[in-house]
């Protein structure tokens, strides 16, 4: 199936767990050459190319790059963008590796793969609020608590971070925080309606969107009200830090920052005509139009982009909600060092990411 969603269930799991193992991961995208400066050679043109790489299928966490392309935000704002598809070693080891300047992730995904070794930093933040949720099937009448959930089978991609916040969850609740794993198959809800797993990872705003509409119903938690600190869920930007050092590249990170934000605006204050463009834009997702609408409007309803009663995107993180989420997995063993030790000390938010280049 086209979705992200559909292909594999939690797509933050695999994110999260190809983090974890970056060591392992081989790059996937050689053949798209080096990009470790913003190309300026462009048919005898000054202009910089920055080249973005997707985390996933195109889905509303990308909306805002694909609007700035239609509309002609980039254009005004001085700089071309090449959007590439998600390598198979994954966006963190591709920017690594100079395959694309910028690259979909998330803050703690960072902190894995700086902790291994990697030169990372997180550069612009897109959610403000927590949009993974933690789910059993409504019609498990059984499991009314994450106290429920111990001793069930998680549905997972082997995730240790993943694990830590289950573990604290249902320890919160009153559980033991002992659970069982399987593997996600080519569809999280697929796995648990088959009876093969008792519950799993999603994203509100994309799964949980496909439920509401599609079904099957979920029962959901969120990590934050049972025990686990900050905000997990701060999915954003990265580039590598030393393609910063030519000022050249960091004045195109900032145009680039500039005009993706007001795409994003633009969805927020447009949900229904910013979804038509992502689907007629990202024609090789064939996304289902009236999921990408839906998704986009509950975005906007909710806030999840935003702080407080905001309308546009602040685009910065939030030191005082990284900061506890990266202390506690940190204490839960999350992050290695590349001989699989435990780093001398937790990451830290404040060295990972910077919101220098956020207007």
Known sequence: MKMRMQKNGLTMGKRI??????????LGLAACGNTNTADSSNGGSSTPTVSFMLDWTPNTNHIGLYVAQKLGYYK???????????????A??????????????TLS??????????????????????????????????????KDLSGKTFVSFGSAEQTAVVQQMIKYAGGTG?????????????TLTSGKGDFGGFYVTWEGV????????LNCFVASDWGVPG??????????????????????????????????DYALANPDKAADILVAQAKEA?????????????????????????????????????????????KAGTYKDKDGNDPAQAPQAKELATNEYVD
Do not use: H
């Open 210 to 217: 496909e439920s509401e509409l599609n079904g099957p119903a």
């Open 109 to 146: 995904n960072v902190a894995a793969f700086n902790s291994q070794g990697s030169d990372l930093k997180f550069v612009f933040d897109l959610t403000q609020k927590p949009v993974a949720r933690w789910c059993a099937l409504a019609s498990r009448t059984d499991i009314k608590t994450p």
């Open 76 to 90: 005004d704002a001085g700089v071309n963008v090449k959007i590439l598809p998600t390598a198979q070693a994954g």
């Open 231 to 264: 905000n997990p869920d701060q999915l954003g930007f990265a580039v590598k830090s030393s393609w910063l050092k030519d000022s050249a590249n960091a004045d195109a990170l900032k145009k680039f920052i500039s005009a993706t934000k007001k795409g994003y």
């Open 92 to 105: 963190e080891t591709s920017v690594e590796n100079g395959v694309a300047n910028v690259g979909f992730t």
């Open 17 to 26: 767990a190809a983090a974890v193992g970056a060591a392992a991961l081989t």
């Open 178 to 190: 002992e659970i069982k794993t399987a593997t996600a198959g080519t569809n999280t809800f697929e």
């Open 286 to 330: 064939q996304l289902d139009s009236k999921l990408t609408r839906t998704s986009m409007e509950e975005i906007a309803k909710n806030g999840y982009w935003t702080t407080d009663d905001a309308k546009s995107l602040p685009g910065t993180v939030n030191f005082d909600d990284a900061q506890p989420y990266l202390d506690f997995q940190y």
